[in-house]
């Protein structure tokens, strides 16, 4: 017996985590499934940022650096958002863009590994990922790029750091996090965590890990730009050395000296001026997460991920779907990525009848399940549009075939 919409209404009625939703900005008719790649907005975002912009710059000037804790805000926010990934207060810092996250937490890697070569980059990962250890690499002289195919193959004594996401973003797959980190540190090498996919979708837990980075756009709902995270357990923080050195990871910023002297602790992974302004959305959607439980968090996003296969299975199964996505929910993130072999028209025909997914080359239908506010009957609508879109072929219509420029 398949649900029907009437039971997903029931389980809406039953969600400990119903009243989430009102806190959110979500247009009418529109099932937003793609808080994977940028989250709705928080209704109190667009208030903090108007008092940042006028209390805080408006008034106070080139104050706010000391009055308004500017200066502060990148390890303060960092504080706020540890417990979210299993870190403690003192190991986060907020900045800067994941791709800059990379090249802080890798370059720190290579040098607490002297002697070891090689850089382990998974090719299936983000592509920005690779393209920047490709280019820190060939900056930095003398290291090589080495595919992560197999783990335990790719392990040798040469191998100074492994540079993997936790949940992949284009099939949504989630790796065991423990056992990989136990089994690099094992080999001697270090081990970071790229938690894009990861951080707001579920409770995370990098206490093994030796960095981790990360952005607060998606599952976060931070807003467009919302600066990225780098983690670094303590037990770096007296000898790794990233290689942005810029004034303010510096020691003594205002001592403006001339040479660098690393800061103590998570300080020394910032760099320079943080974006402000940025950080008011994202200190907004920290609010929410406070109050929020992160086991119900899991606990929703594991019913919402595991119906929508489940409908999307019985209600699409003539129509040629398949289901990439792993079946096990411990094996998956908040995420059902869907094969198609003419999924970009599939997805441009959705989006038209208000169900926003998104499509990733060259065929899979990404949905992204945020658990604050998405609702099981979004669950049931989404998949049933689905099967008329297939059912009916409306992507077969000429106005879906021309890609644009962001899928
Ligand atoms: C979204 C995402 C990024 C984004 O990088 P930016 O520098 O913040 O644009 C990086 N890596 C992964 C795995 C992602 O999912």
């Known amino acids: 017996m398949t649900i029907s919409r009437a039971d997903c209404a029931a389980l809406d009625a039953d969600d400990p985590l119903k009243h989430l939703r009102d806190e959110f900005v979500l247009p009418d008719e529109t099932i937003y499934l793609v808080g994977n790649s940028l989250g709705a907005m928080p209704v109190a975002a667009s208030a903090a940022t108007a008092r940042v912009v006028t209390e805080e710059w408006g008034r106070q000037l080139v104050g706010g650096w000391n009055s308004a804790g500017w200066f502060d805000l990148p390890l303060t926010t960092g504080d706020r958002l540890a417990p979210m990934i299993g870190a403690g207060p003192g190991q986060v810092a907020v900045g800067d863009t994941t791709s800059i996250a990379i090249v802080k937490a890798v370059s720190a890697a290579m040098r607490l590994r002297p002697g070891r070569r090689v850089v382990v980059s998974d090719l299936a990962n983000f592509p920005t990922d690779r393209y920047v250890v490709e280019g820190l690499v060939k900056a930095v002289g003398g290291y090589e790029v080495r595919d992560l195919g197999v783990l335990d193959e790719v392990l040798a004594d ?3 750091c492994v540079l993997m996401s936790e949940v992949d973003y284009r099939t949504g797959e989630r790796h065991d996090t423990a056992a990989v980190t136990a ?57 790794a050395e990233q290689m942005l050195t810029g004034w303010h990871g510096h020691a003594a910023p205002f001592a403006f000296e001339p040479g660098y002297r690393p800061a103590e602790g998570i300080r020394r992974f910032t760099v320079g001026t943080p974006h402000v302004l940025s950080f008011a959305p994202l200190n907004a ?114 106005r879906y075939q021309q890609r644009l420029a962001v899928t």
């Open 158 to 160: 040469d191998v100074a």
């Open 183 to 239: 089994r690099v540190q094992a080999a001697g090498a270090l081990m970071i965590w790229d938690l894009c996919h990861s951080a707001g979708a579920y409770r995370v837990d990098v206490s093994q890990a030796d960095f981790a980075v990360g952005c607060t756009y998606k599952y976060l709902n931070a807003g467009p730009g919302a600066p990225a995270f780098v983690y670094a357990h303590p037990r770096h923080h007296a000898e």
């Open 285 to 398: 959607s920290l609010d929410i997460w406070e109050r929020v439980d992160l086991d119900q968090v899991r606990a929703k996003s594991v019913a919402l991920t595991s119906l929508f296969i489940e409908l999307v299975e019985k209600l699409c199964a003539p129509y040629g779907l398949e289901v990439v996505t792993p079946r096990d929910p411990e094996r998956r993130g908040s995420q059902v990525s869907l094969r198609h072999p003419d999924g970009y028209p599939v997805m441009r025909a959705l989006i038209d009848r208000g169900v926003h997914g998104d499509f990733r080359a060259p065929d899979i239908l990404r949905f992204g399940f945020a658990p604050l506010y998405i609702r099981y009957v979004d669950v049931y609508d989404a998949a049933a549009i689905l099967a008329e879109v297939l059912d009916k072929e409306h992507w077969r219509d000429e």
